[in-house]
């Protein structure tokens, strides 16, 4: 049981590459998470999906992509990558259980992501 | 739209005193979650205590409680007996309750237990 992986930890990119994170979770989440998070700005959210298949924007999407093909996995893809996405990014998978104790979100180790 | 406001970017406290660290949020929901979660050095998202909206009572985690006072939309972390392993930073979280499940997090407060 390997809750919630993120694909790669480090990645460092040029201006105008594209790339895709990588995120999984076998903790059977219904909703899914990107954000991204920068000093003194704390967890921004990119994007979430309440379930397979759904998405919605956050508070920052320009600029990102993502893709809920199956409950298991979400996607965030960089068409053509900005020095001002160089950031931590975070995938989260999250459950409302029918009690609260099952209610929270569980995090990836995050990405930390250059753009030069 | 849910905002999250946490006032202090840093605070202090020396080993084994209390701190508080304050969050408040803004929500025209009646039903909904508010979380602490701690980020240390290792970057790993930990969640430290949860409340759920409708529950009048306070949580309360080992040395980690919360004054949650829903009217004035305040939901403070109190930590107790304060350890050199509880620096971090800590992030409070608003969840609404039903819907979309959107997490909406707050700037985060830097803490520094001091020897």
């Known amino acids: 049981n390997a809750g919630v992986t993120q694909t790669p930890k480090f990645q460092v990119l040029k201006t105008g590459q594209s790339m895709t994170l990588q995120c999984a979770q076998d903790m059977n989440h219904n909703s899914m998470y990107w954000y991204r998070q920068d000093p003194g700005m704390g967890l921004r959210l990119i994007y979430y999906s309440a379930s397979e298949g759904t998405t919605d924007k956050g508070e920052v999407p320009n600029g990102y992509n993502v893709s809920r093909l199956n409950k298991r996995e979400f996607s965030l893809r960089l068409e053509s990558a900005a020095p001002s996405q160089t950031s931590v990014y975070f995938c989260?998978?999250?459950?409302?259980?029918?009690?609260?104790?099952?209610?929270?979100?569980?995090f990836g180790q995050g990405t930390r992501l250059t753009v030069v | 739209a849910q905002t999250v406001t946490q006032s202090q970017p840093e605070m202090s406290v020396q080993e084994a005193e209390t701190v508080t660290l304050s969050c408040t949020y803004d929500t025209s929901e009646n039903n909904y979650y508010l979380f602490w979660y701690k980020q240390p050095p290792s970057r790993q998202m930990i969640l430290v205590i949860r409340?759920?909206?409708?529950?009048?009572q306070n949580a309360t985690e080992n040395r980690f409680s919360v004054n949650f006072q829903k009217a004035a939309k305040s939901f403070s972390l109190k930590i107790s007996d304060s350890q050199l392993g509880d620096t971090a930073m800590y992030f409070c979280a608003f969840m609404k309750q039903g819907g979309s499940e959107k997490l909406v997090f707050g700037k985060g407060t830097k803490l520094t237990v001091n020897p």
């Open positions: 989260a998978g999250g459950t409302r259980g029918r009690k609260t104790m099952n209610t929270e979100a569980f």
């Open positions: 409340q759920e909206a409708y529950k009048q």
